[in-house]
T-cell receptor
């Protein structure tokens, strides 16, 4: 059964902290994605990666960076967390660009 | 703006009734996908319909696609309380890796 896991379901951090969100997929997928989901705004793409060490900015990359050192792992980094980054973060993967995406359970991040 | 827009924003029905959700999009598509999200969880892929298909079935789900009107509909027949969730349509950008998700329809099925 296909699986995407995220390192934490809930996370509470303080303003200014560096935050790491990790995502692992076991499907040998080429593409991985990070979204944030906020009420009334739907899913917004932060970054995506189509290969190891390759990354592309999504619609809202400001304040975030990513790392993909291994095919199965895609990390989202908040260099200096701010309260407006309080959100639900969703990781996803897909075999090819047009294919369906498989999502992790999400990480609800609260920045105080 | 969002490529896919769902209608209605919210829907409340009785168990056993059918639920219909609509999605409109703006540009050419390769395929259109529908996802479900239970409260506080990740999205789950339900069904994918390609641009050259007009209708597709999967269990109690029926999806239609009208590329001339740039619209799709998701029908859930004989709904159950467990179908209570948000439903999203999604359209991958032609030629790209990005997929645009609509704002979703919140479905509440009363037992």
């Amino acid at each position: 059964d296909v699986k995407v896991t995220q390192s934490s379901r809930y996370l509470v951090k303080r303003t200014g902290e560096k935050v790491f969100l990790e995502c692992v997929q076991d499907m040998d997928h080429e593409n991985m994605f990070w979204y944030r989901q906020d009420p009334g705004l739907g899913l917004r793409l932060i970054y995506f990666s189509y290969d190891v060490k390759m990354k592309e900015k999504g619609d809202i990359p400001e304040g975030y960076s990513v790392s993909r050192e291994k095919k199965e792992r895609f990390s989202l980094i908040l260099e200096s967390a701010s309260t407006n980054q309080t959100s639900m973060y969703l990781c996803a993967s897909s075999l090819e660009g047009y294919n369906e995406q498989f999502f992790g359970p999400g990480t609800r991040l609260t920045v105080l | 703006s969002q490529q896919g827009e769902e209608d209605p924003q919210a829907l409340s029905i009785q168990e056993g009734e059918n639920a219909t959700m609509n999605c409109s999009y703006k540009t050419s598509i390769n395929n259109l996908q529908w996802y479900r999200q239970n409260s506080g969880r990740g999205l789950v892929h339900l069904i994918l319909i390609r641009s050259n298909e007009r209708e597709k079935h999967s269990g109690r789900l029926r999806v239609t696609l009208d590329t001339s009107k740039k619209s799709s509909s998701l029908l859930i027949t004989a709904s159950r309380a467990a179908d209570t969730a948000s439903y999203f349509c999604a359209t991958p950008y032609t030629g790209g890796f990005k997929t645009i998700f609509g704002a979703g329809t919140r479905l509440f099925v009363k037992a």
